[in-house]
């Protein structure tokens, strides 16, 4: 299968490349600018090159010059369809098919009129990322993720009953961090690093973004493949079962009651963690993914 990919390419979607190359897919990149002046420059680019290579679908993956769509146009997202800009929305509606993160979005796109919508989700691992080894355990719980001010205020309820947590994260663009959190925030943490802390944590806790509803996010995959128990505000019992891959808490106070619960009875949390670790290599990677949705196609 001839495969155009055309994206802004962030850390993932190296990760795509690499699955769709082992599934034996030929496929050529056409990397989106963040410029959207160079929408109709990037559109007689794309043009050219789709007439030269000929592919069998276009895998297309946001980007803020959003070019028009094409034939064959598979379109991905992994956030909630208001959050896209108009010409995203377009291109969406437009395509043969959105490939979505969260059940929940399958609805939004029909309404809009989307001519098919399936949820993969795109969110996986690789898993060249986490080596069998373990590594040794030094951190009882850590959250890494994006501060937003909804994350911090549940971040602060957790440590004020759980001091112990630490917090690895970026702020956005004017949002400053809660004073409450100083003590537990340890800094920036992205890629090697980030998976590097869930190796050596006992517990990562994932709060899903709020759009994401079946907390189908990097983080609810990543976590347990680094053999980490994953806590989670939101889980997807097709993705993990609750109390045997994983562990669902539905507020502070709950949360921290299964923190105090599982770190007190390490042969627990330890089989859980590797219950989980199962789960995502068996059926979270990229290639599974993109096997699946081969299938599909």
Not at 43 to 50: A, E, G, P, S, V
Not at 108 to 121: E, F, K, N, S, Y
Not at 234 to 250: C, I, K, P, T
Request: glycine share 6%; with cysteine; charged share 20%.
């Amino acid at each position: 299968m001839k495969i155009l990919f055309v994206a802004p390419f962030y850390r993932p979607h190296y990760s795509w490349l690499k699955a769709l190359r082992r599934l034996h897919c030929r496929v050529k990149i056409f990397k989106l600018s963040r410029f959207p002046a160079n929408k109709i420059i990037n559109y007689f680019r794309l043009q050219t090159l789709i007439n030269q290579f000929q592919p069998d679908h276009i895998f297309f993956s946001g980007g803020l010059d959003a070019v028009l769509p094409f034939k064959n146009t598979i379109f991905f997202t992994g956030v909630a369809p208001e959050t896209l800009s108009l010409a995203e929305r377009r291109i969406g509606i437009l395509s043969k098919l959105v490939v979505v993160n969260d059940p929940a979005h399958i609805r939004v796109w029909d309404q809009l009129g989307a001519r098919q919508t399936i949820c993969l989700p795109i969110s996986a691992i690789d898993p060249d990322d986490y080596p069998k080894k373990m590594a040794k355990k030094i951190y009882p719980v850590s959250f890494v993720g994006t501060l937003f001010p909804y994350r911090q205020r549940h971040l602060s309820a957790i440590a004020r009953l759980y001091p112990g947590l630490k917090i690895w994260g970026c702020l956005e663009p004017g949002v400053k961090l809660l004073p409450a959190l100083k003590p537990n925030y340890q800094g920036l943490a992205e890629g090697k690093k980030m998976v590097k802390i869930y190796r050596q944590s006992l517990i990562g806790l994932n709060l899903a973004p709020s759009h994401l509803p079946s907390a189908g996010n990097l983080r609810a995959f990543e976590i347990p493949a680094a053999g980490a128990l994953l806590l989670s505000d939101h889980l997807n019992s097709d993705w993990y079962v609750n109390g045997r891959e994983a562990v669902l808490f539905n507020s502070p106070e709950a949360g921290v009651a299964k923190i105090n619960y599982y770190l007190s009875r390490p042969k627990i949390l330890q089989k859980i963690a590797l219950c989980g670790r199962r789960r995502t290599l068996k059926d979270h990677t990229y290639c599974r993914r993109f096997r699946r949705l081969i299938k599909i196609l």
